[in-house]
């Protein structure tokens, strides 16, 4: 009898460890597993890899003490290694300021959202003060100049410009690298329209220098922040707690300021699957 209860005993015991080392499974990923934490500012800024590590610094040793985790800050220019590593899940943790390639890591490869900025993000068509183009209906046939083909900003040209029954692909379109300089071909009447986005320096100034805005997409996803499945939903969940709480403070503010985002807020897959379904298909376009 006694040698019976010593084995219930030792059965019992054994399940309560397995059920807490399956608890702290869940409260944390696996111990030694490298968890990345990708910024990717895109075409709206002109940053290189150190200015980038540096000004995300502060902003990483935030998310890490809400993961309890450490993070490895790596900062990713090329889209094309953006996309591949979003599709073999290589990133814990991305912040982009364009959100359609995060948008179809949501929807197709088991990215979690966490936050997107609190501030709208609108693609904007825009031209110096004295054009006499009006609307996005006066852009067929003239010079138009935009971000980089396929880019985020180019992928909302391109469908407010079908919308409008506007095939990009046959419009005399040029593409540049940054949206600055984007801006000054714009001053130096190289192009007759121009494509940037509202929460870049060249869309916050343009019309503050005088220029005009013809066109205005619906509100899009802003600087979004996404996590894989490496994280565990609790931690996704605290950590979007935290980020949404960060303008609460002063040194929150200051955090915030640094990486150029006013505040984050809530956000659903809903946003981002919408945002894909309007875009469309990724066509292949031929500049002309």
């Not at 980038?52 to 902003?59: C, G, H, N, Q």
């Not at 640094?258 to 469309?280: C, E, H, Q």
Request: glycine residues 6%; aromatic residues 6%; proline residues 6%.
């Amino acid at each position: 009898m006694a040698g019976l209860r010593r084995t219930c005993i030792r059965l019992l015991c054994a399940a309560a460890l397995s059920v807490s080392a399956s608890a702290l499974a869940q409260k944390s990923p696996p111990r030694g597993e490298q968890l990345i934490f990708a910024i990717n500012e895109g075409g709206s800024g002109n940053l290189d890899a150190t200015e980038i590590l540096l000004r995300y610094e502060e902003f990483v040793k935030i998310a890490e003490k809400a993961l309890g985790a450490r993070l490895t800050l790596v900062a990713v220019r090329d889209i094309q290694v953006l996309q591949r590593s979003l599709e073999t899940s290589a990133y814990a943790l991305v912040l982009s300021r364009p959100a359609d390639m995060l948008a179809q890591a949501v929807r197709d490869y088991g990215y979690s959202p966490v936050a997107v900025s609190r501030e709208p993000a609108y693609c904007l068509f825009i031209v110096p003060k004295d054009s006499p183009l009006q609307s996005i209906a006066d852009v067929h046939g003239k010079r138009i100049v935009t971000p980089d083909r396929y880019a985020y900003m180019w992928r909302i040209a391109f469908a407010m410009l079908r919308d409008n029954r506007i095939a990009m692909g046959k419009e005399n379109v040029r593409s540049m690298r940054d949206q600055a300089a984007i801006a000054w071909s714009m001053e130096n009447s190289f192009f007759d329209v121009g494509i940037v986005a509202s929460f870049s320096p060249a869309g916050r100034t343009w019309e503050k220098k005088g220029g005009r805005v013809i066109a205005t997409s619906p509100e899009v996803p802003n600087t979004p922040v996404i996590a894989s499945k490496k994280i565990p939903a609790a931690q996704v969940a605290r950590l979007s707690e935290t980020l949404i709480a960060l303008d609460s403070t002063e040194e929150g503010k200051a955090v915030l300021k640094r990486i150029n985002v006013a505040a984050f807020k809530p956000t659903s897959p809903k946003v981002f699957v919408d945002l894909l379904n309007w875009l469309g298909p990724l066509e292949i376009v031929k500049e002309q």
